[in-house]
Each structure stands twice: as C-alpha cells, then as structure tokens.
C-alpha cells in the first residue's frame, strides 16, 4: 500500500494518520519535537528538524506523497522535499497562506472582500497606515501568527505606539475592525481532477483568540451559504489546490468578508467526524492520494467545543453524557491554552 507522509505531529497529523490507516494508508508523520501526539498512531516518525536536510530527504524518499498539518514549513525544506515527492496541497497555497499580507492581496485580487488593510514595516508605514485605516484596528504580524498569537488591538489612533512596540519589528498588516454579527468558516475539499466539494458552514465562537465551539448549522440566510461556498470553490480553483482548507468568514449585513484561509484540515472542521459519513481528516486524504472526493452531506446537527487546558478536568463527566463524542489527542502536560481535545454533541438534523 501507499505511503502518505505527513509534515507535523500535532492533533491534526495524528488524526489524519487515523483516517489514513483506515483506508489501507501507511503514514510517516515528519516532527522536530519530541513525543508527538500522531506518534502514537502513525506507522512511523522521523524526529528532525526542518533545516535536517538528510532526514527530509530520507522521509521524502519513504513516501508516495508529502501533506502538512500546518502551513509554517520552511522554504528550503520545501524545495529538498519537492525534488523527491508530490506536496499536496501545492507550493502556491503555502505561499499565499504564509504571509497575511500576501494573503489579503491574493483574495482582493479574486474580487473577494478582506477587511481594508495596510502593510506596516516602520514607524512610517504605521502612521500612514493609522492614518488610512484608522481605529478601531487589529496589527497581525504578517507570519507564524495563530491563536490570535501575534495580534495588537488599537481601541484608538492613541494605541499605535503601543501596538506598533508589541510586534518588535516583525513586519505586520494593519486591520480594520470588522463589524461582524458573527463567524463562520467552510471547510472546502478539492480533488486532483478538480472536483469541489464543501462541509455545510458552521458557525465559529472564540475565547482568548482561541476556537471554543463551532455549531452546525451557522445561522446563515440561503444565498449567504451559497455565497460561501462559491468563493471557497473560487479560491480553491485559483491555487489549483488539492486538499482540504479552512476559509473563516466575517458575516456583515453588507456581505461576508474573507478572514484568513488555512491549507489544511482546521479546527473549525472537527464537527464533521460526527456530523457526517466523510470527515474532513478522511476528504483530505482521499484528495491527496487522488481518491475521489468522499460525501461530506450533513446527517446531524452538531456542536463541537474544543477541551482547552483544565477544561480536561470535565472529561469524566462529558464520558457519562449522552449524544457526547469525545476526541482525545494524548498530550502529557496540560497547558493553559493547550488544545487537549475536543467534544463533538449531536442532535437530530433539524434542516
Ligand atoms: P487562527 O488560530 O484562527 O489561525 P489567528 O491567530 O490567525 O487565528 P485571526 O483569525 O486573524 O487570528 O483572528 C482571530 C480572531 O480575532 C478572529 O476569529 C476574530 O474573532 C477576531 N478578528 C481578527 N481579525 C479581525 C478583524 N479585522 N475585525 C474584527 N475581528 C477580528
Ligand atoms: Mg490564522
Ligand atoms: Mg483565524
């Protein structure tokens, strides 16, 4: 049988390793550190850093194709990999998604609506960009940002100094503030033929910067959710993509602006394990390992909250709870901020 490897060693590698095995895949999972949660379900681990040129070759060469958990992987890993096996999704996804900047150019450039934003790279860049975006405003460094990680509030003009300080000269984009009623994200699938095909839309609350719970289904008017999976199968086709990518949506009364979009499977995704027979772990295996595209149709209205540092000290009662999936990644230390798990709760499909 194939081989997929997979680049990162977190929850995602572990839980698409899982639905990998479950097809008849090996997987090889490709991790810096040490002990990782796919390492437990994975047929084999390589533990070596990105810059371990022998290692990624090695692992390159132990594979039929190379996917990620996670869009932060060094250029030049990415070349020594590319010479040896098939990336999916491709070079171009990583590009865009690395760079907000970058990003936000891309989708404008797709007649897609991202929030106004200006580049900031000195003091200069960041009074003009004041100046033309104004408060209130979000300074997001333009890479390695997550969790809301990286992120400075200007509640007024007055914060700019402060704001500008907090990312230590880490080039950024200034963001205006959007006036959302709420969040939702499409998790869209594209396979090597260029077939699309997109989850139902579920709606996103966050805690601290971090996803607490996504529900389906997102209150969302028909022509909003078709609206949303057209420009997630626009952005798709663009990249020429193959995998499966988050796309966060700001939901406004003039129309739904693009947040960010991730290449890979996301958290706002984890609802589709209970939610639907093809899960979004299983959508983007079968689309890397050119399977076609799986039936991601919606059978169960779902809630997923994410298990969040001492919200493990919960499991023993969620076990006894009917309706309650639990989804545990096998981390050793709790952390505050630490994603330990998950728990999806399903009802009956009311539409
Ligand atoms: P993730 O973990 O999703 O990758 P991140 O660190 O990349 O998060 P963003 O998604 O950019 O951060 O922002 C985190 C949250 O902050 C958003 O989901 C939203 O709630 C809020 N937010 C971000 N940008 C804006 C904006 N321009 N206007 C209003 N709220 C925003
Ligand atoms: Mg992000
Ligand atoms: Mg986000």
Same mark, same amino acid.
């Given at each position: 049988g194939a081989t997929i490897g997979i680049l990162g060693g977190g929850q995602l590698g572990r839980m698409l390793s899982v639905a990998a095995s479950r097809l008849g895949f090996k997987t090889h999972i490709f991790e810096p @550190?040490?002990?990782? +949660?796919a390492g437990h379900v994975a047929d084999q681990v390589t533990t070596a850093g990105y810059d371990d040129v022998t290692a990624l070759e090695a692992f390159a060469k132990s594979v039929n194709v190379i996917t990620y958990e996670? $869009?932060?992987? +060094?250029t030049e890993a990415l070349d020594a990999l590319e010479a040896l096996a098939p990336i999916r999704p491709g070079r171009e996804a990583l590009r865009v998604s690395q760079d907000r900047l970058i990003e936000k150019d891309f989708l404008s450039n797709l007649g897609l609506t991202t929030a106004p934003y200006a580049n900031v790279e000195s003091v200069e860049d960041m009074v003009a960009a004041v100046a033309s975006i104004g408060a209130p405003s979000i300074l997001k460094t333009? /890479?390695?940002? !997550?969790?809301?990680? @990286?992120q400075a509030r200007l509640?007024?003009? $007055?914060d700019a100094d402060t704001a500008f300080a907090d990312m230590q000269g880490a080039p950024s984009v200034l963001e205006g503030f959007v006036d959302f009623s709420h969040e939702v994200s499409v998790i869209a699938a594209r396979g090597v033929t260029g077939e699309v095909a997109c989850f139902d839309p579920g709606e996103n609350v966050h805690k601290d910067g971090i996803l607490d719970t996504t529900t389906? +289904?997102?209150?969302?008017?028909g022509a909003q959710r078709t609206d949303a999976i057209l420009l997630a199968g626009r952005i798709l086709n663009a990249l020429d993509y193959v995998g499966v990518m988050g796309v966060e949506l700001f939901v406004t009364p003039k129309g739904l602006i693009v947040n960010e979009i991730a290449p890979r499977v996301h958290n706002? @995704?984890?609802?589709?394990?209970?939610?639907?027979?093809?899960?979004q772990f299983e959508q983007h295996i079968r689309a890397v390992s050119g399977w076609p595209l799986g039936d991601?149709? /919606? !059978?169960a209205d779902v809630v997923m909250e994410n298990l969040i540092g001492?919200?493990?000290?919960r499991v023993p009662e969620i076990a006894r709870e009917p309706g309650a999936t639990l989804h545990l990644y096998g981390k050793a230390d709790v952390k505050p901020g630490r994603k330990m798990g998950h728990v999806n709760r399903i009802t009956p499909a009311t539409k």
């Open positions: @550190g040490a002990n990782p +949660p996670f $869009e932060n992987i +060094p333009r /890479r390695f940002g !997550y969790d809301g990680k @990286g509640k007024s003009s $007055e389906v +289904p997102a209150r969302l008017t706002s @995704g984890h609802w589709t394990q209970q939610g639907c027979s093809i899960d991601g149709s /919606r !059978y001492d919200d493990m000290d």
